[in-house]
């Protein structure tokens, strides 16, 4: 990832502080990417924990739901789950002579933890689109409005391939954000040992907010200003995916809106009303890497997407930001 244009230290929104030091009794060691997290949750947008197996991405979901005082419900992907397992389906009442609907899982929660999604069908993958989307489903012609906020956080192992099926570009694009955990450093571990010897800390966690909290804190991320010269930033960023030879595929127009979305959470997250180029950067590689599909000549240089999203930055200009974030002088400098 590149270097920050603006390495200051951030404070953080006192609210969201308490919320990531809760996590943090559990998920221990990983502060950027439980506040990365929580910046997805603010935009209102879906997650991608994609992995290896054991580094935590469950139970980091299930503490986040818990904290945040949210409904969450968990469907372990299986190749036999079906779409009507997601949506809910429609059912023959013989007493009163029409269908009713049996709600699906995705009807009664403000966060689904969908584990190990690669691990079902294309077609029952798809049934989370119109959810993900447009926080709905539709059976049999008739439309289910979800739980607001609505917030898919999925998880995938990117080791082992048997019995794993592709996300679809569709869906893929759906996510606002792809997030690895990675392994915990040495005193991490340790402390995680420690522990877990005779309790789980899930079960010490303790709620800090309700979902009234959750939905007033994302409206106040919409209200954060945006520039034009922001706005412009962003466009520069994605058409330079978009024209770069490396990529087949580059950043959709959902992409840059995502973008958008996510640099006005990270600016809320850190106490500021309006978005600088720093979030821009700091966002740009987590919400684009799975957006780009790479070209044959890249897959033969073995270029990676994170690559092209870092020439992208280094080579579109950076536009003017307030006095006081700018980097110190030298003669500021102690």
Request: aromatic residues 4%.
């Amino acid at each position: 990832m590149s270097v920050l244009l603006y390495p200051e230290k951030q404070i953080m929104n006192q609210k969201i502080q308490t919320i990531s030091d809760e996590v943090q009794q559990v998920i221990i060691g990983k502060r950027d990417v439980i506040e990365k997290l929580l910046m997805g949750i603010l935009a209102g947008g879906h997650i991608l924990l994609d992995d290896v197996p054991g580094v935590g991405k469950t139970t980091l979901a299930v503490a986040l739901g818990r904290v945040l005082g949210l409904r969450y419900r968990r469907v372990q992907f299986t190749p036999d789950v079906l779409p009507s397992d997601i949506t809910g389906f429609s059912i023959y009442n013989s007493e009163t002579g029409v269908f009713d609907y049996m709600p699906g899982v995705v009807t009664d929660a403000n966060i689904l933890l969908g584990d190990e999604i690669n691990r079902t069908s294309s077609k029952t993958q798809s049934a989370l689109l119109e959810a993900m989307e447009e926080g709905q489903v539709t059976v049999d012609g008739t439309t289910h409005p979800l739980r607001a906020p609505f917030i898919v956080i999925a998880t995938q192992n990117n080791v082992g391939a048997a019995g794993t099926q592709l996300l679809p570009h569709a869906q893929l694009d759906r996510f606002l954000v792809r997030l690895s955990m990675g392994y915990p450093d040495y005193e991490s571990q340790m402390e995680i040992i420690r522990g877990r010897q005779k309790k789980n800390p899930l079960d010490d966690v303790r709620k800090v907010c309700v979902t009234a909290d959750v939905l007033q804190m994302q409206k106040e991320v919409l209200d954060v200003t945006v520039k034009s010269s922001i706005i412009a930033y962003i466009t520069e960023l994605t058409t330079a995916t978009r024209e770069n030879p490396l990529a087949e595929l580059g950043v959709s127009p959902r992409g840059a809106l995502a973008i958008c979305r996510m640099a006005k959470a990270r600016a809320y997250v850190y106490g500021r009303d309006y978005v600088v180029p720093e979030d821009v950067q700091a966002v740009f590689p987590d919400v684009c890497t799975h957006r780009i599909i790479l070209s044959q000549k890249a897959r033969i240089q073995e270029v990676t997407a994170l690559q092209v999203l870092q020439g992208a930055i280094a080579g579109i200009g950076v536009p003017d930001t307030p006095k006081k974030h700018r980097p110190m002088e030298k003669k500021d400098r102690i």
